[in-house]
């Protein structure tokens, strides 16, 4: 009976202090972004205890990242919307930011939605699945107008398109656009009856009014758009209807979420673009986008924030007391699920790639293979300059401080072959870092012109390049060794890469790339291992 009370109590005390360890670890606050780096125009729904979360993907295959969530902070990437060549086409020579732009995703009766544009393709589609991991079904197109739709049940069933566009016809004042909407069947994709204008935004000269979003709260229907583009003067505001086709009334208080009233020089910027969220506690979030200033510029694109959001009657408050997105601040009243990170060390030994890997454009030939542990790039005309699907495999950058390296077998036969690492924004903004026949080359490309350029000799047959980002200085190093590696002796600017330099709606990502310049090759690039470690 003795052993029985010791063993109970040992339990019972092990069990107490399991406890307390676990409520210690879970930490009080979050930090913004929620999701770092290119995840731009999210929206996000629950299913259950579940949170899934989308973002625009533009350029990149496979397309429509989703991410997964317990707790609103905790984000891991389950699959992607897109993932077949032939699923959703994307055209040929597809220019840089354009493709799959914003994306909502909603949930009904036991069937997931995923509608978006693709831009350069033909316009508006959706694609449903059953588990939001995919597969996803082909697409729908809806032969609508506009961009960023979204889709909405009423209490009855029926289902709504919402979308963005002027089809009122009145052009009254510069760049007016708005919100519309039309039933829509949801097995077909056939518009039914007749569209209505339910918005031009907030004011009389309200610009770029995009992104809707309906929802029915306590009762009554909010519309919830972006307004003012997706740059410094980017907000959402919020417009009220007691019935379905409106009238909707702009809320006094719009726009409820902008930081345009911060000035310039304000650390988030360009925020916009919103989702809401209801908790299983009956708590409201939302998601929206912003930027962040590093050494007065924008290096990692837009990225996805999370703020609280409180209704005061029917007017939305987003972050009470504060009225901003914050950097650090009280986390969602969820049970604390961090997932399972990454290796920071990709060994290629799985058969395929890791999820976090994209390619420019849609892959129409098998051009790699992971075979031995090696992933072997084959060497093609094609070009990182170009519009076309280069022999590039990369991932997001995700921090302001990290380093990247690779190893890999290459031996150039020709003076046009080259493979290594890329720093890369858009065909006209990114940094090579590249082994040649007789030399590692670095070559920087600011909208479409050379600005620097070195050689240096490196004949061995195994290289290992990395690069060590801070902030914006970025600093390069080679060799055959990885305990050996020899620093190239300038200390680089990712300025070239910025938002304010490049443009564009995508974002930064870092990649091996391989290519034989224009001309035809069989040879191959054997890369040994990749890796991503931030500091």
């Not at 597809?94 to 316009?123: M, N, P, W």
């Amino acid at each position: 009976m003795k052993k029985i009370f010791v063993t109970l109590t040992y339990i019972i005390f092990s069990l107490h202090f399991t406890v307390l360890a676990q409520i210690r670890s879970e930490p009080p606050n979050f930090n913004n972004p929620i999701l770092s780096g290119f995840h731009p125009d999210p929206s996000v729904i629950r299913v259950g205890e579940d949170y899934y979360l989308v973002n625009s993907s533009f350029e990149w295959f496979p397309g429509i990242p989703i991410y997964h969530s317990l707790d609103l902070v905790n984000w891991e990437l389950i699959g992607y919307g897109i993932t077949r060549p032939d699923q959703v086409p994307l055209p040929k020579g597809l220019k840089d930011s354009r493709g799959i732009y914003a994306v909502t995703i909603r949930y009904h009766e036991g069937l997931f939605y995923l509608i978006t544009t693709c831009v350069q393709c033909d316009g508006n589609f959706y694609i449903t699945a059953k588990n939001p991991a995919g597969p996803w079904s082909n697409p729908i197109w809806t032969g609508t107008r506009g961009i960023d739709p979204s889709l909405f049940w009423d209490d009855d069933g029926r289902s709504y398109y919402v979308g963005h566009a002027n089809i009122s016809g009145l052009n009254d004042w510069p760049d007016k656009n708005g919100a519309w909407m039309q039933e829509i069947n949801l097995k077909t994709g056939e518009m039914k009856g007749e569209p209505k204008q339910l918005t031009h935004g907030h004011a009389a000269n309200a610009r770029w009014t995009e992104g809707p979003h309906l929802y029915k709260i306590n009762g009554k229907y909010t519309l919830m758009v972006a307004e003012g583009g997706t740059g410094f003067h980017h907000a959402v505001t919020v417009h009220h209807s007691d019935s379905l086709w409106g009238p909707y009334v702009p809320d006094h208080a719009n726009p409820v979420l902008t930081h345009r009233n911060l000035g310039q020089n304000y650390p988030i910027h360009s925020v916009g673009h919103a989702d809401l969220v209801q908790t299983q506690k009956g708590d409201w979030w939302a998601v929206a986008l912003g930027k962040r200033l590093k050494d007065s510029i924008t290096l990692l694109a837009r990225e996805t924030f999370l703020v609280p959001v409180n209704f005061e009657g029917q007017t939305p408050v987003f972050n009470p007391g504060e009225g901003r997105l914050l950097q650090s601040q009280k986390r969602p009243d969820l049970s604390w699920h961090p997932f399972n990170s990454d290796s920071d060390r990709i060994l290629f030994d799985k058969g395929k790639l890791p999820l976090q890997f994209n390619f420019l454009r849609t892959p129409n030939t098998k051009w790699y293979e992971i075979k031995e542990g090696k992933l072997k790039i084959q060497l093609r005309p094609e070009v990182i300059d170009s519009l076309v699907n280069p022999s590039f495999i990369a991932r997001r950058i995700e921090d302001y401080k990290f380093k990247a390296a690779t190893s890999f077998d290459f031996m150039a036969k020709k003076e046009s072959e080259a493979a290594g690492l890329v720093i890369y924004r858009n065909s006209t903004n990114h940094i090579k870092f590249l082994k040649t026949k007789a030399n590692i080359v670095v070559k920087i490309t600011d909208n479409g012109s050379v600005i620097e350029e070195l050689q240096i000799p490196f004949k061995a047959k195994k290289c290992i390049l990395q690069v060590q980002v801070n902030g914006r200085e970025l600093k390069l190093f080679y060799g055959s060794k990885e305990t050996d590696l020899i620093e190239v002796g300038n200390i680089f600017d990712l300025e070239v890469i910025s938002d304010e330099n490049a443009g564009g709606f995508n974002g930064p990502y870092i990649g091996m790339y391989a290519t034989s310049r224009g001309n035809e090759s069989r040879n191959v690039a054997s890369f040994d291992w990749f890796e991503y470690i931030k500091n």
